[in-house]
């Protein structure tokens, strides 16, 4: 096999795997990595600039691909939409075949230095989830779903990490809480629509946020905009 015929991305990322639980996204794992694979270390840096920090995105990434795949191949038309959101964060764990790879991609990503791409991370898994969901908002709701999933998401992940019960099943009831949790703001959002005084307001605000719009072509990595009013 030559070398144009070989993904070497793939095989990086799957050699480097195998050290990630000894010596986590490091220097070290992607040196092993690029030794294992057999390929010059330029062409490693080629396709991972930042080493094994890219690394640790492409995981997450595979991540993310892993649990849009399994969604698209269930049949969500008999379930409650909080129900759709929970199972997409649910399959995006139980995807995972290495929970010390999560474990130490979480500990890079909550070094301040690499707390921003953890954060961009997170934001494109709740994207890709309300994507695959089938969200179509195109207002300041595109980024408050997207910021809600996030929080729900990263304290999902957390609690699984230390979660030791049988097949995961507290870590399914604190999502559910959580997702539950959620429910009751958008509640309270329209009692407060409905309430005297506080309707006006409140309709007044959304009106305002009703011109941000997400950005075109849609990245995870940019803020939206503002649209002039005519």
Do not use: C
């Not at 010059?40 to 990434?61: I, K, N």
């Not at 779903?145 to 979660?163: F, H, M, N, P």
């Amino acid at each position: 096999m030559t070398d144009t015929d070989r993904d070497i991305a793939t095989e990086l990322l799957d050699a480097a795997l195998m050290h990630v639980p000894f010596d986590g996204w490091s220097d070290t794992a992607f040196r092993a990595a690029i030794s294992d694979v057999d390929v010059a270390p330029a062409v490693a840096r080629g396709l991972f600039p930042r080493g094994a920090l890219d690394l640790a995105a492409a995981y997450h990434r595979r991540g993310d691909d892993a649990m849009v795949a399994a969604l698209e191949a269930r049949d969500l038309s008999d379930m409650r939409f909080r129900d759709r959101v929970a199972l997409a964060v649910r399959l995006r764990l139980e995807l995972v075949e290495d929970k010390e790879a999560v474990r130490r991609g979480a500990t890079l990503f909550a070094l301040p230095m690499h707390a921003a791409e953890g954060a961009r991370l997170i934001w494109g898994t709740a994207d890709r989830i309300w994507t695959a969901l089938g969200d179509t908002s195109a207002d300041i709701n595109w980024y408050t779903k997207r910021a809600t999933l996030s929080g729900v998401y990263s304290s999902a992940v957390l609690y699984w990490l230390g979660d030791d019960s049988l097949d995961n099943q507290a870590t399914w009831a604190f999502l559910d809480r959580r997702i539950d949790d959620v429910m009751q703001i958008e509640k309270v959002k329209a009692q407060m629509r409905k309430a005297p005084g506080f309707g006006r307001l409140v309709k007044g605000a959304e009106s305002v946020l009703s011109r941000v719009k997400p950005a075109r072509p849609r990245r995870t990595d940019l803020p939206g905009g503002w649209t002039v009013p005519r």
